[in-house]
């Protein structure tokens, strides 16, 4: 099989993992994303489902939000009020439960992008989207437990979505800023 084969074939899994999520969940999440502008939102995850999470992070910063990384130098304190965006494939990963019942504790909200349904981490989550990967098919990429390959490919373009439908309408000052916010030590 040819590489473009192979490129075609992890679009395509993604591609089934996205369509078994709900509308609904990731309207209430583009609705949150939008009233949390003037909030801080501090992200957190493990492996590969971390990196997807600092590149939402980092569309967010470049249109105007305050972000975080959580275990950062320079990531100050939560309050009352911020916001902790995790990310967990499985649903279960103990750190990201445990910095998420803290993160309620102080007083924060919690969004939880999820790899599969009635997990730990979404009971805790005040908003969750969460994959159904029995509904998608085989995977024939590194798979765990709703996490995996599958998962993180399709969390990245799903958070590009976001980022899409939050600039829709008002593209051109969008990317302008966005633009203005880029790196420009590189």
């Known amino acids: 099989m040819s590489i473009r084969e192979k490129v075609a ?21 583009l609705c949150a994303l939008r009233g949390w502008q003037k909030k801080r ?8 489902s971390f990196l997807v999470l600092k590149g939402f992070a980092m569309r967010l910063m ?9 275990g950062e130098v320079t990531c100050p304190a939560m309050q009352k009020g911020d916001v902790l965006v995790v990310a ?14 803290k993160a309620r504790d102080l007083g924060a909200e919690v969004l939880a ?16 989207v ?24 399709a969390l990245w373009l799903f958070c590009d979505a976001l980022i899409l439908a939050l600039v829709e309408g008002r593209e051109g000052e969008a990317y302008r800023l966005m633009v203005e916010r880029h790196a420009n030590l590189e």
Request: hydrophobic share 35%; glycine share 12%.
């Open 9 to 29: 074939e992890v679009l395509q899994e993604a591609r089934n993992l996205l369509s078994t999520l709900e509308e609904s969940e990731a309207e209430q999440v």
């Open 41 to 48: 939102l501090f992200f957190w995850a493990r492996g590969r």
């Open 62 to 70: 470049h249109l105007g939000y305050v972000v975080h990384i959580v």
């Open 88 to 101: 967990s494939g499985s649903g279960k990963t103990s750190s990201v439960l445990l910095f998420a019942e």
């Open 113 to 128: 992008f999820l790899g599969r349904r009635g997990t730990p981490l979404e009971r805790i989550a005040h908003h969750a």
């Open 130 to 153: 969460a994959f159904s990967p029995e509904q998608a098919g085989e995977s024939r990429q590194l798979y765990t437990g709703g996490g995996g390959t599958r998962f993180e490919d």
